[in-house]
DNA sequence: GTTCTTACCTGAGGGC
DNA sequence: TGCCCTCAGGTAAGAA
């Protein structure tokens, strides 16, 4: 599931064959994903250089020289694969494209950049680069979890006008963008806090406490992320998923990993979405 | 205004 | 082997 840390993770992996590149040939295979792809997408970047690839949030953001910035989400199963670029090296071998390839890109450079999502749950908008803060899937974002701008006052002082549960609220990418059910449910887990607590009524150490565990989660993540990028994409090309051991997730039944702790893996539904927790070290 | 539920979508995995 | 069912989850829109 990308959240933020593979996202950047993703942004590493294009950025070699992708900043400073003009792309040469742009097929738009179908007509859209979650929402339809924009008026005349092709066209618009056929024979554009990519300046700089960014991210915000779980969003890839490649900056274009015709002022225009390429929005992509990957949502819950989207994938950047890359060919034609092993080893550093550039050539024109690709890879016929395969079912739930969506957008295929060629770079002058040789090499191929795939989006292949079988859910389509992903999205790709074209807007101007000036008004990229006004895009109305960019403006409504909270800060980024690893910006100056994310701190204890901010963390404190959202969650406490909050009745919703902290693991509800730390979902809600208004209050902080990137985070989601994986990373939430670890964040949480490290920190000791319940997830059906109400944010409101944590105490402010304990709210306070939340901000170096999630940069730590999310940065130990990034880190295994690129740690094992070259091996993963010199493999098959693809980027964007890492087995990282998750302390919580995914782990129902099977025992805590806290040291001295007897208790087991449980897993509850919080707004439609499977949270695990231990209940002895989460209170 | 806030919070919760549902729809979107396909593949994986379990049960029979 | 194959069919049916459930589940996974980011986001938006509608409901409560």
């Given at each position: 599931m990308p959240e933020l840390p593979e996202v950047e993770t993703v942004?590493?992996?294009?950025?070699?064959?992708?900043?400073?590149?003009?792309?040469?040939?742009?097929?738009?295979?179908?007509?859209?994903?979650?929402?339809?792809?924009?008026?005349?997408?092709?066209?618009?970047?056929?024979?554009a250089r990519v300046l700089r690839l960014a991210r915000r949030s779980k969003y890839l953001l490649a900056d274009l020289d015709t002022g225009e910035t390429l929005i992509t989400h990957l949502g819950m199963s989207g994938r950047m694969l890359i060919s034609g670029h092993a080893l550093g090296k550039f050539h024109h071998d690709h890879p016929a494209p395969e079912k739930h390839d969506h957008v295929v890109l060629d770079m002058e450079n040789g090499a191929r950049v795939?989006?292949?999502?079988?859910?389509?749950?992903?999205?790709?908008?074209?807007?101007d680069t000036a008004g990229l803060d006004a895009h109305?899937?960019?403006?409504?974002?909270?800060?980024?979890?690893?910006?100056?701008?994310?701190?204890?006052?901010?963390l404190m002082d959202a969650?406490?006008?909050?009745?919703?549960?902290?693991?509800?609220?730390?979902?809600?990418?208004?209050?902080?963008?990137?985070?989601?059910?994986?990373y939430v449910c670890e964040v949480?887990?490290?920190?000791?806090?319940?997830?059906?607590?109400?944010?409101?009524?944590?105490s402010s150490t304990r709210a306070a406490g939340l901000v170096p565990i999630i940069r730590d989660v999310l940065g130990e993540a990034i880190e295994s992320g690129g740690s094992s990028l070259n091996d993963y994409r010199q493999a098959d090309g693809e980027l964007g998923y890492f087995q990282h051991n998750f302390r919580v997730y995914g782990?129902?039944?099977?025992?805590?990993?806290?040291?001295?702790?007897?208790?087991?893996?449980?897993?509850i539904t919080?707004?439609?979405?499977?949270?695990?927790?231990?209940?002895?070290?989460?209170?």
């Open positions: 942004r590493r992996g294009l950025s070699p064959v992708m900043e400073g590149a003009r792309i040469v040939r742009a097929d738009i295979r179908r007509d859209g994903l979650r929402w339809p792809f924009p008026d005349r997408m092709a066209d618009r970047l056929t024979g795939t989006f292949n999502d079988p859910r389509r749950f992903g999205a790709m908008d074209l807007c109305k899937l960019i403006r409504v974002l909270g800060p980024e979890p690893l910006g100056n701008a994310f701190d204890e006052p901010y969650l406490k006008r909050r009745n919703s549960p902290i693991k509800t609220a730390l979902l809600d990418q208004g209050i902080i963008a990137g985070l989601g059910n994986i949480l887990f490290r920190a000791g806090i319940h997830p059906t607590r109400k944010a409101a009524r944590l782990r129902e039944g099977q025992p805590c990993v806290t040291q001295g702790c007897t208790g087991k893996i449980r897993r919080q707004s439609g979405r499977s949270t695990f927790y231990c209940a002895q070290c989460q209170r």
